[in-house]
């Protein structure tokens, strides 16, 4: 099988990440639920994991990076615990359904204002229009760092200034470039960082988490046990316990704890250049192949994602053809980002999208070109 489709999830994984896994689930108890061996081993493998999300992500201390089970928990912690009734968000139409369901939902049962940045047919948003939605009752812009439908960049420091000057907070999507590239929450000037483990940080699926600025208080989302201050009604105050309600997913922190090191070894520039190379190398191969139609801005830095379509056929049946004929694994349809395929004007057909990632290689990229091409040839 050639795997492009990394975007949904990476396949494959640094070696020490499955050894973690199996580690913890023959060593690790619960974490903070005793004081015997396997709870500390626990406790001490979960702050690990905690400090090396800090570095990663400059998150200014450990216990302000809280984990959750994917970057869909994450979001709805922050947008949960941040808004209420008569607030106003702003995000774009570059948003995923783990940004746009949750403020839907707030809106109809909070009563929340919502509205988007438009994109244009290249997928980029209209960064003049977020400064004039901008309003007084303004609590905070939702934003991905990268659109898992084209890969386009925000300029997330262009609009942290405009949240920040009107005094909004900026919660970052950061689900398509975590581990893939320098994401600094302090210089991208995030208040709140969501990420999730399974896709660029290469590590298990089941973890991700967010990352706080000092002084950002989001109620609990769920509440429960946390083996600390057991006789109080309330969830306890301190982070990162007050958003940790239940068992944590040790096993699988484990292991995302090795892929971070893995990713803070190598340098998460030096997996970016070579993402952005095999992005390159794809996108020349089939820009010129008759019938195919590339969409977003390929014109800068990206996440390494191509999205594209062949003549009119459904994206459905190009990515089965794909699988079915050359063994290559790709994503088709809608992506879970339904207002950016209204701004692309690929609402019906959907597109298929190719993802890369540090364990892609160049032999795979022309295979995929090559298919491509003979697809179009047969048309």
């Known amino acids: 099988m050639i795997y492009l489709d990394n975007a949904a999830t990476t396949l494959k994984k640094p070696p020490q990440v499955a050894r973690a896994v199996l580690n913890a689930m023959e060593t690790l108890g619960n974490s903070a639920r005793g004081a015997h061996a396997g709870s500390l081993d626990a406790a001490q493998t979960i702050y690990g994991a905690r400090v090396k ?26 947008l949960n615990g941040l808004l209420d009734r008569g607030d106003h968000v702003i995000a774009t139409d570059l948003e995923h359904n783990s940004v746009l369901r949750p403020l839907y939902r707030l809106e109809a049962e909070r009563g929340i204002l919502t509205d988007f940045v438009p994109a244009d047919k290249a997928g980029n948003p209209d960064y003049e229009a977020l400064e004039r939605l901008i309003r007084p009752e303004t609590k905070a812009v939702v934003c991905t760092h990268a659109s898992n439908l084209t890969g386009n960049l925000v300029d997330l420091r262009r609009v942290g200034e405009i949240a920040h000057a009107h005094g909004a907070l900026l919660i970052v999507d950061a689900a398509q470039t975590a581990g893939t590239r320098t994401v600094d929450m302090q210089e991208l000037g995030a208040d709140v960082l969501c990420f999730t483990g399974h896709k660029g940080l290469m590590g298990p699926q089941g973890t991700g988490g967010l990352c706080l600025r000092e002084g950002v208080d989001i109620r609990p989302f769920a509440v429960g046990g946390t083996g600390v201050q057991t006789y109080s009604r309330a969830q306890p105050e301190q982070l990162p316990t007050r958003l940790e309600a239940g068992t944590m997913n040790g096993h699988g922190l484990a292991g995302l704890a090795a892929a971070m090191d893995f990713i803070l070894k190598i340098g998460p520039e030096t997996i970016r250049e070579k993402e952005a190379a095999l992005t390159k190398r794809f996108y020349e191969g089939v820009r010129s192949i008759p019938g195919i139609t590339v969409y977003g801005d390929l014109s800068g830095d990206r996440a390494a994602i191509v999205a594209l379509n062949l003549w009119d056929w459904d994206s459905g049946a190009v990515a089965d053809a794909l699988w079915e004929d050359y063994g290559i694994a790709v994503r088709s349809g809608a992506h879970c980002a339904p207002r950016m395929h209204e701004a692309l004007g690929t609402k ?12 892609t290689t160049e032999e795979e990229i022309d295979t995929a070109v090559r298919a491509l091409a003979e697809l179009a040839a047969d048309a």
């Open 53 to 78: 999300a800090a570095e990663l992500f400059r998150c200014p201390r450990p216990d302000h990076v809280v984990f959750t089970a994917n970057v869909t928990e994450a979001l709805n912690i922050a």
């Open 348 to 359: 019906e057909q959907g597109a298929v999208r190719f993802s890369f990632s540090w364990y």
